[in-house]
């Protein structure tokens, strides 16, 4: 884990790296993890501010706040001080004077958090489709058409495009262990569906996440976290990109004939980055340099209208801006 302070201590931005977070129960909340001790603090910090916001303000299941992109993920959380009473004043009971005042320090408190998701990723979510812990609930869309959905990136497939450790048929009824929801499924490397700014095959990194407790919106918190995780990106290009030779292709879980595999090029990322925004934070991302992406359309996640949004960064150190 890194820290980066601004000048004055205060607010603090606190960054973790792609982590294995073994141990985490999603089913629990952050406080009442039973390995609270040995779990990073930044995430620990990053999941009180996502419960705060997606579970308790948003209705979002606990269960499906965390996800398997999470252990891969560079996660940030700022920090504001704030004065805290840690030992109420004390009076006394027959006069009612003050005969010990009241004890307080500062103690930094997590108010806002984002996550940067590296490559592979599932397929674009379909236009109209709804999607409750990653997994299509209704596609607003006749089933033949979504089993058979990207004819120009690579023909027919399923709706899951995830590299799937699914039960063996041939095991007794008592041995088979139910499949893992999707968002606890690896991605592999396919080919996904052509939109207005992804061609379905440049590998793109995903910020999401993005939260910010209610005392403290308003301020520009998400926009600050917005920029440092893309100033983050812009300056470590290769962070992500994964080595055949170190790895081999089939750890890479990429797939036999896909176009991304094409004469062995290993994914590069060359500077796009993706959100799957809320249509009510479509502003805040605006702000921060992102387009629509009319191409994806529409859908619903975990009951919130969400679309697709891109921003490409220039990975030439010479260039400030960013454009799409
Ligand atoms: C969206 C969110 C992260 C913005 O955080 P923030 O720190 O207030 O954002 P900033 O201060 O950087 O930007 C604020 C701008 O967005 C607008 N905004 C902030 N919160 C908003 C909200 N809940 N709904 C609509 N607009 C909002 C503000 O009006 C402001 O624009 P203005 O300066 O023209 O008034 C925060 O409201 C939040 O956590 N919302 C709930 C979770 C969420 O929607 N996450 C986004 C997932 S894509």
Redesign the pocket.
Known sequence: MRRSSSSGGTPFISLLEPHPLTGWDRTLPADEQPDLDSLPRTFVDAMRVRQE??VQ??NVPLANEFDADDPRSCHWVIYASVNKTVEPARTDPVTGKIIQPRRSETQSVPI?TIRLVPFPHPPHPLDGGVYVDGELVNSGEPVARVHSIHPAAGGERTTSQYSSNSTSPTLPNSQIVPPAPPSLIKPAFTPDRPTTYHDGVEPYLKL???????A?????????LIKTAVAWARSHPEYFNPSATEQGFEQLGMEEGSRMRGGGVVPRWQGLIC????V??I???E?CGFVLDEGMGKWMEEGIP?VGMFLRVSLDKREDEFTI
Request: charged share 20%; glycine share 12%; net charge positive.
């Open positions: 916001v997606f303000e948003q806002g999401g996440r993005l939260a910010v407790i209610p403290f919106r308003g301020r520009g918190i998400a926009q600050q959100v799957h925004a809320q009510e934070a502003k805040v991302w702000r969400h």
